[in-house]
């Protein structure tokens, strides 16, 4: 065989890809409209990043100047607003279990005496923690009134003479809280890369497995070889294959990683050479990942079935949500199977916090040698096909 | 009738793939996400520590913060930058800075400042951080207000009364410990479990025709589609109802989550979930008759569950339209349905309208019967 021949084959078996994708609805869906409506639709779910006026029921038994003081802060406050106030706990509960706030902030009728007898006085917060946000909203915006609020009353008792005087005497210890990646504490800043990168893995297995059902279904008559080993022509299926998805995957990625940022105005601190330089092994181990995958699959449409839940499983093994070095031994090891992982964790690293390759170089070495195993994983899946056709057609003739 | 169900189980014994979507799975999903937040918080999550004064002030405040559950001081680094590079390198989630000077500073009251950088790209090490890095600084500052009043001869009442004059009661309801793990595992595990129920359901139905055994299976029911559809649906509908009550039973009875509201609200809203996600998948595989395509509805609509059930960022921070887009999607109806009549201890009917929706989406096929009987017996399957 010339050497022509080889990539007159592989040029072959790329364009019957395409043909094959562009005839088939079911993968255009998955390779095409998935990568580029998902990340529009995630984006405008969390397009507001926080909670704002988080609705807080007031039960106030102490009617003093203090306690409107104390609720008037409160009620200014970005995170919080006080939505109704209610004369009784038992009230303001069931105000509650309709839905019209998600949390009560009660000052008991002893809440100005105390503080006038120069004892400790007491402001209780009650949460609904079926809402982790509200409730840190509700608690930070309360512990933040209650710290200000004491430090005026102490002024107070203090009477030192100048305002000076009074920032030591109240604060002998000046604290600073810098954010210094994600500086807002957005929802979508913080997800949204995670989501971006993996939405491309899941595509694409999702798209692969699906033609491979079809070609299984079909018993493989494009894989027969044609006056050749069957071994090159395994090498020759898989790299006409491998370069029709990474094509029409390049251009999601630079969709999804360069033009959904911009467009939601995420973060996005991408230097584009390391980003090229970081997501093509990304995407090369994505498609010996997804053709391995793919060998699992038995009818076209069972594939849906096994690999759509494992997206939330997998971000959650990226280390996002829960931090990564909270994640028991045994998933962090069945987690480092599947190229998102890796490359999920060095993405938000060069998205929201600017780190160099150099800073992923842990991630960028493993996608590496994820690519070089499934390489040869995928190889040995292809020259399997090859051997299945080749003996279906000597059976028939 | 018999025979309908008979042979149901039959299928749903033969192909593998059923037992692993419907059992394994779930149960698999069930222990991944109980178990992966195990401790409920994160805890030692390493952190850094710059210290340019070097006083045993400092490094007792280096010592407190290392002792606090969530935090772990584990590396020491000379400048900011050293740091910056340690948190984009992964190695550690946020780092404190003691300047040259602050513990001379404090002690001739020249009011010196330390400064707490944390990162919010892992939002809630960083949150968690920023908060026990907060309670290192009152307390800080705290000691030394107490051992003046001390000094002075004050009582340990007056001193809190003076340091702390109005004191924060916070009442966390249900969930006391403010464990991750209650709070997400029973989210996302039922959504999974719905996500399955979609797939399943269309996918079995669209097999018939794919494998052109639907002939056989009209003829069975008499040619009454009504009747083809609830036998095959009961056998699926015990099985799955089975592996959620099983995973309730791990989540509520083994691990002890709180459900104040009762096993038969719990029992209830099962049934609900189930009946109600078999019916959406019905109905899209009765309005959408390409199995592929359903099935890729249906795993669109799944996997938007997860985010439209308004747990982790809530319903109403979202645009207006998607807020009444929410009410598309079953496990919102779920969620709110466990969040006040499960978790909290509300009567039903404040989740009258919730639960009217659930029993809404098992109505669903009604519409579809009959559409669905013409597309079993005039189109083929085309691969």
């Given at each position: 065989?010339?050497?022509?021949?080889?990539?007159?084959?592989?040029?072959?078996?790329?364009?019957?890809?395409?043909?094959?994708?562009?005839?088939?609805?079911?993968?255009?869906?998955f390779?095409?409209?998935?990568?580029?409506?998902?990340?529009?639709?995630?984006?405008?779910?969390?397009?507001?990043?926080?909670?704002?006026?988080?609705?807080?029921?007031?039960v106030?038994?102490?009617?003093?100047?203090l306690?409107?003081?104390?609720?008037?802060?409160?009620?200014?406050?970005?995170?919080?607003?006080?939505?109704?106030?209610?004369?009784?706990?038992?009230?303001?509960?069931?105000?509650?279990?309709?839905?019209?706030?998600?949390?009560?902030?009660?000052?008991?009728?002893?809440?100005?005496?105390?503080?006038?007898?120069?004892?400790?006085?007491?402001?209780?917060?009650?949460?609904?923690?079926?809402?982790?946000?509200?409730?840190?909203?509700?608690?930070?915006?309360?512990?933040?009134?209650?710290?200000?609020?004491?430090?005026?009353?102490?002024?107070?008792?203090?009477?030192?003479?100048?305002?000076r005087?009074?920032?030591?005497?109240?604060?002998?210890?000046?604290?600073?809280?810098?954010?210094?990646?994600?500086?807002?504490?957005?929802?979508?800043?913080?997800?949204?890369?995670?989501?971006?990168?993996?939405?491309?893995?899941?595509?694409?297995?999702?798209?692969?497995?699906?033609?491979?059902?079809?070609?299984?279904?079909?018993?493989?008559?494009?894989?027969?070889?044609?006056?050749c080993?069957?071994?090159?022509?395994?090498?020759?299926?898989?790299?006409?294959?491998?370069?029709?998805?990474?094509?029409?995957?390049?251009?999601?990625?630079?969709?999804?990683?360069?033009?959904?940022?911009?467009?939601?105005?995420?973060?996005?601190?991408?230097?584009?050479?390391?980003?090229?330089?970081?997501?093509?092994?990304?995407?090369?181990?994505?498609?010996?990942?997804?053709?391995?995958?793919?060998?699992m699959?038995?009818?076209?449409?069972?594939?849906?079935?096994?690999?759509?839940?494992?997206?939330?499983?997998l971000?959650?093994?990226?280390?996002?949500?829960?931090?990564?070095?909270?994640?028991?031994?045994?998933?962090?090891?069945?987690?480092?199977?599947?190229?998102?992982?890796?490359?999920?964790?060095?993405f938000?690293?060069?998205?929201?916090?600017?780190?160099?390759?150099?800073?992923?170089?842990?991630?960028?070495?493993?996608?590496?040698?994820?690519?070089?195993?499934?390489?040869?994983?995928?190889?040995?899946?292809?020259?399997?096909?090859?051997?299945?056709?080749?003996?279906q057609?000597?059976?028939?003739? | 009738?018999?025979?309908?169900?008979?042979?149901?189980?039959?299928?749903?014994?033969?192909?593998?793939?059923?037992?692993?979507?419907?059992?394994?799975?779930?149960?698999?999903?069930?222990?991944?996400?109980?178990?992966?937040?195990?401790?409920?918080?994160?805890?030692?999550?390493?952190?850094?520590?710059?210290?340019?004064?070097?006083?045993?002030?400092t490094?007792?405040?280096?010592?407190?913060?290392?002792?606090?559950?969530?935090?772990?001081?584990v590396?020491?680094?000379?400048?900011?930058?050293?740091?910056?590079?340690?948190?984009?390198?992964?190695?550690?989630?946020?780092?404190?800075?003691?300047?040259?000077?602050?513990?001379?500073?404090?002690?001739?009251?020249?009011?010196?400042?330390?400064?707490?950088?944390?990162?919010?790209?892992?939002?809630?090490?960083?949150?968690?951080?920023?908060?026990?890095?907060?309670?290192?600084?009152?307390?800080?500052?705290?000691?030394?207000g107490?051992?003046?009043?001390?000094?002075?001869?004050?009582?340990?009442?007056?001193?809190?009364?003076?340091?702390?004059?109005?004191?924060?009661?916070?009442?966390?309801?249900?969930?006391?410990?403010?464990?991750?793990?209650?709070?997400?595992?029973?989210?996302?595990?039922?959504?999974?479990?719905?996500?399955?129920?979609?797939?399943?359901?269309?996918?079995?139905?669209?097999?018939?025709?794919?494998?052109?055994?639907?002939?056989?299976?009209?003829?069975?029911?008499?040619?009454?589609?009504?009747?083809?559809?609830?036998?095959?649906?009961?056998?699926?509908?015990?099985?799955?109802?089975?592996?959620?009550?099983?995973?309730?039973l791990?989540?509520?009875?083994?691990?002890?989550?709180?459900?104040?509201?009762?096993?038969?609200r719990?029992?209830?809203?099962?049934?609900?979930?189930?009946?109600?996600?078999?019916?959406?998948?019905?109905?899209?595989?009765?309005?959408?008759?390409?199995?592929?395509?359903?099935?890729?509805?249906?795993?669109?609509?799944?996997?938007?569950?997860?985010?439209?059930?308004?747990?982790?960022?809530?319903?109403?921070?979202?645009?207006a339209?998607?807020?009444?887009?929410s009410?598309?999607?079953?496990?919102?109806?779920?969620?709110?349905?466990?969040?006040?009549?499960?978790?909290?201890?509300?009567?039903?009917?404040?989740?009258?309208?919730?639960?009217?929706?659930?029993?809404?989406?098992?109505?669903?096929?009604?519409?579809?019967?009959?559409?669905?009987?013409?597309?079993?017996?005039?189109?083929?399957?085309?691969?």
């Amino acid at each position: 065989m010339r050497p022509i021949n080889y990539i007159t084959t592989a040029a072959d078996a790329w364009y019957n890809e395409i043909k094959a994708i562009l005839k088939d609805e079911g993968v255009l869906l998955f390779f095409v409209f998935l990568p580029i409506a998902y990340p529009i639709l995630y984006s405008w779910i969390y397009n507001n990043e926080v909670a704002r006026e988080v609705p807080v029921i007031l039960v106030d038994d102490s009617h003093s100047t203090l306690s409107r003081d104390f609720a008037k802060m409160f009620d200014a406050s970005p995170e919080v607003s006080i939505a109704l106030q209610c004369n009784s706990i038992k009230e303001a509960k069931e105000a509650i279990g309709r839905s019209e706030g998600y949390g009560i902030i009660y000052f008991p009728e002893d809440f100005d005496k105390k503080v006038g007898r120069m004892e400790q006085s007491h402001v209780s917060v009650y949460c609904d923690m079926s809402y982790m946000l509200t409730y840190k909203a509700i608690l930070v915006t309360a512990n933040l009134v209650s710290i200000e609020l004491g430090t005026k009353i102490q002024e107070q008792r203090l009477g030192n003479t100048t305002a000076r005087q009074d920032e030591v005497s109240t604060h002998p210890l000046e604290f600073e809280e810098v954010p210094i990646f994600n500086v807002t504490g957005g929802y979508g800043n913080f997800i949204l890369p995670a989501v971006l990168v993996l939405i491309i893995q899941q595509a694409m297995i999702l798209g692969v497995g699906m033609i491979a059902g079809t070609e299984r279904e079909r018993k493989y008559v494009n894989y027969k070889a044609r006056n050749c080993h069957s071994i090159t022509q395994a090498i020759n299926l898989l790299f006409g294959k491998s370069l029709c998805y990474l094509m029409i995957f390049s251009v999601m990625l630079a969709w999804i990683t360069l033009a959904v940022p911009r467009f939601f105005g995420f973060v996005s601190m991408v230097h584009g050479w390391d980003l090229l330089q970081f997501f093509t092994p990304y995407l090369l181990s994505c498609v010996f990942f997804s053709i391995i995958i793919s060998e699992m699959v038995r009818y076209r449409e069972s594939v849906m079935l096994v690999v759509v839940f494992t997206s939330v499983p997998l971000l959650f093994m990226t280390g996002v949500s829960w931090p990564q070095t909270a994640i028991p031994g045994v998933w962090q090891g069945l987690s480092s199977i599947f190229p998102s992982t890796f490359a999920v964790r060095g993405f938000i690293r060069i998205s929201s916090m600017g780190a160099l390759l150099s800073d992923v170089a842990e991630e960028y070495r493993i996608l590496w040698t994820q690519t070089s195993i499934y390489v040869l994983l995928a190889l040995f899946v292809m020259w399997r096909r090859v051997q299945f056709t080749n003996e279906q057609t000597s059976q028939s003739e | 009738m018999k025979a309908l169900i008979a042979r149901e189980i039959r299928l749903l014994l033969h192909h593998p793939i059923y037992v692993i979507c419907m059992v394994v799975l779930p149960l698999f999903i069930t222990v991944f996400f109980t178990s992966i937040m195990n401790s409920g918080q994160p805890v030692n999550m390493p952190i850094g520590v710059i210290d340019n004064d070097n006083t045993s002030t400092t490094r007792k405040l280096t010592r407190l913060i290392d002792a606090f559950q969530s935090a772990e001081v584990v590396e020491h680094y000379n400048n900011i930058a050293d740091a910056r590079k340690a948190v984009q390198r992964n190695e550690i989630y946020g780092f404190i800075l003691f300047p040259e000077g602050m513990t001379q500073k404090m002690i001739s009251g020249r009011q010196p400042r330390m400064s707490v950088y944390f990162s919010n790209a892992t939002l809630l090490a960083g949150s968690l951080l920023y908060k026990e890095m907060k309670t290192m600084c009152t307390l800080g500052n705290a000691a030394v207000g107490q051992a003046t009043m001390t000094a002075r001869g004050a009582t340990p009442q007056q001193t809190m009364a003076f340091l702390q004059p109005i004191k924060l009661d916070t009442h966390n309801i249900g969930n006391p410990w403010v464990s991750y793990n209650i709070y997400l595992s029973v989210m996302l595990i039922p959504t999974c479990i719905m996500l399955f129920i979609f797939l399943l359901t269309a996918y079995s139905l669209g097999a018939e025709q794919k494998f052109g055994t639907y002939k056989q299976w009209l003829e069975m029911a008499d040619g009454n589609m009504l009747k083809a559809l609830y036998s095959k649906l009961i056998p699926q509908a015990c099985v799955h109802l089975i592996i959620l009550y099983a995973c309730f039973l791990y989540i509520f009875g083994i691990l002890h989550f709180p459900a104040p509201g009762g096993i038969g609200r719990l029992m209830l809203l099962g049934l609900l979930v189930v009946i109600a996600a078999q019916g959406f998948g019905v109905f899209l595989y009765g309005a959408i008759p390409s199995m592929r395509m359903s099935m890729s509805i249906c795993s669109l609509w799944g996997v938007l569950n997860f985010s439209m059930v308004g747990t982790a960022f809530p319903i109403f921070a979202m645009d207006a339209p998607l807020q009444t887009l929410s009410w598309l999607f079953p496990m919102r109806h779920y969620y709110l349905i466990y969040q006040l009549c499960i978790f909290n201890t509300y009567p039903l009917a404040n989740v009258m309208t919730s639960i009217i929706a659930l029993i809404c989406f098992a109505l669903l096929p009604l519409l579809v019967v009959r559409r669905m009987k013409k597309t079993y017996n005039n189109f083929e399957y085309i691969p």
